[in-house]
Nanobody, 129 residues
């Protein structure tokens, strides 16, 4: 299984950016997918999680209303649309997937790194004027 994150870059406050996560050897529609980030000197934290059925989503309070996670099952790609970016959003962003063999109700989302088994390499987002 490989998760390839892309789309990071340097943007100014208030700008938008879309991250992509292309999956190989894992149908993303069969499992829970998540986005995490790690800011300099901080722990990795949840940004968003999307349920196995794609209907339920979880967002961290710090990003609600600004970031939207979606996925294209046909393209086997997860997305993170980020609007009104702020300097505090500066971090390396990681996509993650839960192993499909783990018990996962269709309505569940997960916010802990322990609930994910596969990780992308990360893509850096820098928000600075």
């Amino acid at each position: 299984v490989q998760l390839q994150a892309s789309g990071g870059g340097l943007v100014q406050p208030g700008d938008s950016l879309t991250l992509s996560c292309a999956a190989s050897a894992l149908p993303i529609g069969s499992t829970v997918m998540g986005w995490f980030r790690r800011a300099p000197g901080q722990e990795r934290e949840i940004v968003a999680s999307i349920s196995r059925g794609g209907i339920y989503r979880y967002y961290a309070d710090s990003v609600k209303g600004r970031l939207t996670s979606s996925r294209d099952n046909a393209a086997n790609t997860l997305y993170l649309q980020m609007n009104n970016l702020q300097p505090e959003d500066t971090a390396v962003y990681y996509c993650a997937a839960r192993r499909p063999s783990r018990s996962t109700p269709s309505t569940r989302t997960y916010a802990s790194t322990r609930d994910y088994d596969y990780w992308g390499q990360g893509t850096l987002v820098t928000v600075s004027s």
